[in-house]
T-cell receptor, first 111, second 113 residues
Framework: QKEVEQDPGPLSVPEGAIVSLNCTYS??????FMWYRQYSRKGPELLMY????GNKEDGRFTAQVDKSSKYISLFIRDSQPSDSATYLC???????????FGGGTRVLVKP | EPEVTQTPSHQVTQMGQEVILRCVPI?????FYWYRQILGQKVEFLVS????????KSEIFDDQFSVERPDGSNFTLKIRSTKLEDSAMYFC???????????FGPGTRLTVT
């Protein structure tokens, strides 16, 4: 079983729709959960991070973590064509400093 | 807004040659990292560096790889004898004091022929 799994997509939505992304993981040692956005041939850009279970909101973005199910989500409200990118989840253990990434979900927001 | 910079943006080298990839982390950051992404694959951790020493490395980071912080601003990744399978995008990242808040550079595309 892969440590972090993410549906590769593509996920195509009309402008203004809610984009729903998720990752599952197998290692219960992961404590911090991050979402990165990556445009083609660019570096990952940190969007949000959350610690343990719960929700966190930042503007149009909401991150959720359910540690009991080993499942994390990112919601993008009022999606824009500029949100078209690959979204990567990443995780880190409490005592570690390496990020373990999912494979990314490609999102297309159509005008 | 401060950002991580990397040079060169693209490096082409022949198999067996040595390459040095350069990074300038964000100036008040304390932790430095290298990751790589082979085309179409996941971003993979290579190494983390703190207080002038390697703090963690992956099994990918074998004796062919080394890292150095030669001065107060640069952070380098050296590959001693490149292989075809080293062709990838290499990303440098840095964080200040929270290792879960890592900021990535734009990457160096390494092509080994």
């Amino acid at each position: 079983q892969k440590e972090v799994e993410q549906d590769p997509g593509p996920l195509s939505v009309p402008e203004g729709a809610i984009v729903s992304l998720n990752c599952t993981y197998s290692n219960s040692a992961f404590q911090y959960f991050m979402w990165y956005r990556q445009y083609s041939r660019k570096g990952p850009e940190l969007l949000m991070y959350t610690y343990s279970s719960g929700n966190k909101e930042d503007g149009r973005f909401t991150a959720q973590v359910d540690k009991s199910s080993k499942y994390i989500s990112l919601f993008i409200r009022d999606s824009q064509p500029s949100d078209s990118a690959t979204y990567l989840c990443a995780m880190i253990k409490a005592a570690g400093n390496k990020l373990t990434f999912g494979g990314g979900t490609r999102v297309l927001v159509k005008p | 807004e401060p950002e991580v910079t990397q040079t060169p943006s693209h490096q082409v080298t022949q198999m067996g040659q040595e390459v040095i990839l350069r990074c300038v982390p964000i100036s008040n950051h304390l932790y430095f990292y290298w990751y790589r992404q082979i085309l179409g694959q996941k971003v993979e951790f290579l190494v983390s560096f703190y207080n002038n020493e390697i703090s963690e490395k992956s099994e990918i980071f074998d004796d062919q790889f080394s890292v150095e912080r030669p001065d107060g601003s640069n952070f380098t990744l050296k590959i001693r004898s490149t292989k075809l399978e080293d062709s990838a995008m290499y990303f440098c990242a840095s964080s200040r004091d929270r290792v879960y808040e890592q900021y990535f550079g734009p990457g160096t595309r390494l092509t080994v022929t």
